[in-house]
């Protein structure tokens, strides 16, 4: 492979540091890396076999790709060099793509200054004996902590592959990552929700926030408990997101409330009404649902009902900022339930009307 050389630097990954050259390569040397995160995520349905020719029509189709085109035609050339080990393109995929096209447009207008100028493309070269491992490290320092973000079905499939090929755990692909906000919850939540997709063979990335939602969800665990016995959550749950029955992902959160609710439940599941339908049935009859203020009260009701009166009326015997809490309480119930037209039970007379 004819290389033109210009200078040498590092890249880091944990405490090795691995020495890259930048170098000018003829662009038809180079080959398209299939385990790319984001190209694999592309081109899993082409199974394991998937040609460069493929890999080139599929990237060709992305509109990402259409506008590094315009963007390096009107730059004169790469802002930021590909990376590549031996002949494989590991990073810059998508800018290798558009080089071909720009060569190939070249070529068929005859402008040899033109076939010059993108018939060779800037490369950090790292040395072949790079590990896979340290590969899909460098790309995930690239694309999660660094400016090119992937999406997060991307992330998530990078995730997944590392924590299944490499035995990566929760907390070592979280200390990977190493942004601030990311958790081992984060990273499970992201590797679940997948894995779930992958199981469902659903390949679209506009999915993934869909399952997210749905993973990282508690009390959609505890809302399957309201399932008829022979009706199992998962399964209803991938063919409702295959068949677009949940409109927005952000509506996933919305599922404990209809699966509670025995006849929104049946409005959904039994297909009487859509999504929308089983979600005005579930609000109507539970108002804490849409509003903060009764959701609150619910809250405090339920505190009421679950506490132990005993133990209650030990604590505010000893201790009279308690005692006031609750007699202020009693005492702003009374003037509210007064002021909204409510009758206030009267606890003596209902003695009264007990006793023989």
């Given at each position: ?6 200078k ?7 405490e ?25 995520s ?64 070249a ?27 340290a ?70 990335p ?44 952000e ?5 404990p ?8 439940r ?20 539970h108002?804490?649902?849409k ?20 133990r ?43 006793s023989?």
């Amino acid at each position: 492979m004819s290389t033109k050389g210009e200078k040498s630097s590092t890249i880091t990954v944990g405490e090795t540091s691995i020495s890259v050259e930048v170098k000018e390569i003829p662009i038809e040397t180079l080959r398209y890396y299939s385990s790319n995160p984001r190209i694999f995520s592309i081109l899993k349905h082409f199974g394991d076999k998937v040609s460069q020719e493929q890999i080139q029509s599929e990237l060709w189709k992305l509109d990402s790709t259409k506008d590094l085109f315009h963007d390096i035609l009107n730059n004169g050339g790469l802002v930021e060099e590909i990376l590549v080990r031996g002949v494989e393109v590991l990073e810059g995929n998508s800018r290798l793509c558009a080089y071909r096209h720009l060569l190939k447009k070249a070529k068929e207008k005859g402008n040899q200054d033109a076939i010059d100028r993108w018939s060779r493309i800037r490369a950090k070269m790292l040395p072949p004996d790079v590990s896979e491992e340290a590969v899909f490290a460098i790309l995930g320092i690239l694309h999660i902590r660094g400016k090119a973000k992937w999406l997060p079905y991307e992330q998530a499939c990078y995730l997944w592959r590392q924590s299944r090929e490499f035995r990566k755990t929760y907390k070592d692909l979280a200390d990977q990552i190493g942004a601030s906000k990311v958790t081992e919850a984060d990273v499970k939540n992201s590797i679940e929700a997948y894995t779930m997709m992958e199981k469902s063979r659903i390949t679209d990335p506009n999915k993934f926030s869909y399952f997210f939602e749905y993973v990282k969800s508690r009390k959609i665990k505890e809302a399957a408990e309201s399932l008829p016995p022979d009706q199992e959550l998962d399964r209803l749950f991938v063919g409702w997101v295959d068949n677009e029955e949940i409109p927005k992902a952000e509506n996933v959160r919305d599922l404990p409330l209809i699966l509670h609710d025995k006849k929104a439940r049946q409005t959904f599941l039994q297909k009487k009404g859509s999504f929308e339908d089983a979600l005005e049935i579930a609000k109507d009859r539970h108002p804490e649902a849409k509003s903060s203020f009764y959701n609150k009260l619910k809250k405090a009701t339920e505190a009421l009902e679950n506490a132990e009166e005993m133990r209650i009326k030990e604590e505010i015997e000893k201790d009279t900022g308690k005692k006031h809490i609750l007699k202020n309480l009693c005492k702003t119930v009374n003037q509210f339930c007064r002021a909204v037209g409510l009758e206030v039970p009267q606890a003596n007379a209902k003695k009264k009307r007990q006793s023989p």
